[in-house]
């Protein structure tokens, strides 16, 4: 007869389980254990020093501002400007500039429009100054003050001869001009080829025509309202470049891909020599359509042909 026997179960040695025990008794008491006193205080020492030395280092002669060069300047006030700016720059050290005092430096000068700041460690400034671009001008007690694209008034520069008038049915306030018609007229000079732009004798705005360019020697302009002025002008040095279009009296580029000629005299030669300036580079002719096709047609930029935005073709007076 077969005897069964109860299962029991398999213990780990003794040993090995007064060992496990002590583990888990162990493990429930522990604690997090804080850093101690004196490592916290030499960590807040160490940060104190490393920040006192920062600013001893920030402000010392070690880094101080030595060589200051600036670049982008021209015309009459640019040896005075270079001077504000010196001086300034040479107050501060490579670690710390101070970009509020270099501003405050140029702000008497209207033809400035931003500062480029940069340094050379330890001890180079480097500055590029950005000047205001006029395009026209406008007449303000007996003097022409010459006025950038955004209707800035550069009021102590003198302005060029060449300059076209802006016509102004108030007085302007302030630094910057706010009339609508003004603007306008300056967003299309803006984007006028320079040799076209000198040969402006008037600027009107009607309402059969819109904005009116007279043109020295050659047919007035219509340009309609304000919206893409690169793509006018480049209709309108085409349709002056041709040959045909001598003896006309205006040229409608309101819509500048169907620009119009008008007043044209009656047998006029088919050829004929002309003083107009040829096509500006850039500018082609659609051989379907003859119209003009705008290099800008997707970017319409303001100023195309303008001189470069850090230079200026005005002298201080």
Known sequence: MSQFRTPTTARPPLGLGRALRRVGASAGRARPRWPRLRTIVIAIVFVVLLTAGWFWLRDSSLVAVKQVHVTG????????????????????????????????????????KQIEVTTDFPNTLRIHVVSNVAVGAIELDGRRIPVTADGTLLRDVAASDTLPVVPLHGTPAGSRLGEGEALAALEALAAAPLTLRARIERIATTRAHG???????????????????????????????????????????????????????????????????????????????????DPNATTDTMTPDTATPDSTSETAP
Do not use: C
């Open 211 to 293: 904005l009116e360019l007279q043109l020295r020697d050659a047919p007035a302009l219509w340009f309609g309202d304000r919206t893409r002025p690169a793509a006018k002008w480049a209709a309108a040095a085409a349709v002056l470049a041709d040959p045909e279009a001598a003896g006309a009296t205006y040229v409608d580029v309101a819509a500048p891909e169907r620009p119009a000629v008008g007043g044209l005299p009656d047998g006029a030669p088919a050829t004929s020599e002309s003083d107009i300036p040829d096509v500006p580079e850039g500018v082609t002719i659609d051989p379907a359509t003859g119209a003009a096709v």
């Open 73 to 112: 300047l021209n015309g009459g006030q640019s040896a005075e400007i270079e001077r504000a700016l010196e001086e300034a720059g040479r107050s501060m050290t490579t670690l710390h500039l101070r970009r509020q005092t270099l501003d405050t430096a140029v702000a008497p000068f209207s033809i400035v």
